[in-house]
């Protein structure tokens, strides 16, 4: 049948299963969001109140479900407001289809009004991209934009798409949407047969999971293989949840903010399985000292991660699940009771601690932690309170640890947490903020009030930008140039401006009574909490410094 590309935008939207979009209207996309109204009860479409939180919004979506996010942005500035969401997708690995708009073909390259050429912007920040000049070409390529969105290792696509191809008829023909096929082409019985002498060979191995653990859905292949090696286990923040934050061989997170426990085990260990993890500076401290002592496993369906970082031993490459299955079926039951006791003698000598006499931000969490009973999707900004929900939040299962991890998006959290509730309406969402992350994106309280998604926003406000006046702290002498916010926005007011329901604690007993309350409502929530300018994330690794170098408060006090 013949329809307009507009048209046939919304059919392959639908092809794909697509049931939410977030974006933005303009100019170059009348002829989209036309469409769009006509279809409102087949697509629903989230008005976001920036394109950079329709962005974040679609790759909140995409992380909490597995499927793929979809925003929509205009021409010109429409589109650049998508840039920083596309990075944060990329390098996190996350699924997400990006729709610009564009000027018409012939105004194409002449510096048009609003014209921009998105799609050169974008190439090194997505998988693949396209530009879209003739309608009839216009199905294959979205098609092919979620099939690449989707295989291999996860990111975003752009697809820019001239207005007068949005007008233009083509003969559509509706199409069955092939199944994704994991990687496993490329699992060779040699790397299994020789990845498991190494791991039979090792006396202190320890398993070291990535985001790739948790976008391969391997939770339970995970839990096998840990049980079946009988070996701690660490983490970065990508892979918060593929295995239970509670299980006695959990060690917590690895690197910069890691528990001194995961650095020194990761320091000491003879054998480093590392599972769909990319060895990020943060991770590694320096590399030259990372993991020295060790035999390096690496599992990952990216061959391009493979000695980027850190140099491997042996590696598997291939989709992480199907490389735990084939590992857990050949291998037999190890013990290694002495080494796990070591590790657990570690675990209980250096415990994450904080002051327990005051307000504080680990206090918040943990309190949130007991009152969701772990059952709740947390999303973040970047900075302090992000380390603190990674340290004292315990996830228990993947997809519930939303945050920007490669790119370190002040801003991502909130316009995530929105797109994760929508996606998860029956699931608690929270995004845990910095007062200057806050800033950043703030205005999405709007749209979450607009369409009444019962999220709750906690602004853990110390008046500074905690993160870094740390470092200037610790490392630049107290100088703290411009890291003071010390000024007279009211969070509380600024929320019920937006249309949100608010509270702010300022004394340690306010924290339960005001969770409890607001764990009960089915509304938008802002929760100010009043902290000390000065509180700073313990243990923490100097930049430059090896992990087992790590440092505790206790020894800056000492």
């Known amino acids: 049948m013949q329809l307009t590309g507009s048209q046939i935008l919304i059919e392959c939207l639908k092809e794909q299963g697509v049931d939410t979009i977030f974006g933005y209207p303009g100019g170059s996309v009348l002829n989209i969001y036309d469409e769009l109204y006509r279809h409102q009860d087949e697509v629903r479409h989230i008005l976001t109140s920036h394109e950079q939180g329709a962005a974040h919004a679609a ?59 998105i799609a050169g912007i974008t190439m090194p920040i997505t998988k693949h991209n396209f530009i879209v000049k003739d309608v009839k070409k216009l199905a294959d390529t979205l098609r092919r934009a979620f099939v690449i969105a989707q295989t291999g290792r996860p990111g975003p696509v752009l697809v820019d798409i001239a207005k007068d191809v949005t007008a233009n008829k083509a003969e559509y023909v509706k199409a069955e949407i092939p199944k994704i096929e994991v990687v496993t082409d490329t699992i060779h019985e040699n ?39 009988n070996a701690p286990v660490t983490d970065t923040l990508m892979g918060k949840g593929a295995f239970d934050g509670e299980h006695p061989l959990y060690v917590g997170m690895l690197g910069m903010h890691g528990t001194k426990t995961a650095n020194l085990s990761v320091t000491k260990c003879d054998l480093l399985i590392t599972v769909g993890a990319r060895f990020s500076d943060r991770v590694t401290g320096n590399a030259t000292k990372f993991a020295k002592h060790a035999k390096v496993l690496q599992i990952d369906v990216d061959p391009a991660e493979i000695n980027k970082n850190v140099i491997t031993n042996k590696s598997i490459i291939g989709d992480v699940k199907a490389v735990l299955t084939i590992l857990n079926q050949k291998l037999e039951q190890q013990k290694h009771k002495e080494w ?68 370190g998006t002040m801003g991502y959290g909130l316009g ?11 699931k608690k969402v929270i995004n845990i903020a910095g007062d200057g992350c806050f800033r950043m994106n703030m205005n999405e309280i709007a749209t979450a009030t607009r369409y009444n998604i019962p999220i709750i926003q906690i602004v853990l406000n110390n008046h500074v930008l905690g993160m870094v006046r740390q470092w200037q702290s610790l490392f630049y002498g107290q100088r703290y140039s411009h890291t003071t916010l010390n000024d007279s926005v009211d969070f509380v007011k600024l929320a019920e401006a937006l249309g949100a329901k608010a509270y702010r604690i300022t004394k340690r007993e306010e924290v339960e009574p005001v969770l409890r309350e607001v764990l009960s409502l089915n509304e938008p929530v802002v929760i100010e909490c009043c902290i000390a300018s000065d509180d700073k994330v313990w243990p923490m690794v100097a930049p430059g410094a090896a992990i087992d170098e790590v440092i505790t408060e206790d020894d800056i006090i000492n």
């Open 59 to 117: 790759d909140g979506y995409a992380r909490s479900t597995g499927k793929v996010g979809v925003c929509l942005a205009t021409s010109g500035p429409g589109a650049t407001n998508l840039v920083t969401g596309i990075a944060t997708a990329y390098m996190d690995s996350v699924p997400m289809v990006a729709i610009t708009g564009n000027v018409t073909v012939p105004l194409l390259g002449k510096d048009s009004f609003q014209e921009v050429d």
């Open 191 to 229: 790397d299994i047969n020789a990845a498991l002498e190494m791991i039979k060979g090792a006396k202190k191995p320890i398993i070291f999971l990535g985001g790739g653990a948790v976008i391969a859905d391997a939770e339970k292949e995970v839990s096998d293989f840990v049980l079946k090696l």
């Open 340 to 407: 796990v006791d070591e590790v657990m003698s570690m675990k209980q000598q250096f415990p994450l601690k904080y002051a327990e006499d005051v307000l504080t931000g680990p206090y918040v969490i943990e309190k949130l932690n007991e009152l969701t009973d772990k059952d709740a999707i947390i999303t973040t900004e970047v900075g302090q309170h992000q380390m603190w929900a990674a340290q004292f939040y315990k996830y228990k299962k993947p997809r519930t640890f939303l945050t920007s991890g490669g790119l």
């Open 416 to 426: 995530a947490c929105i797109g994760a509730k929508v996606a998860n309406p029956d």
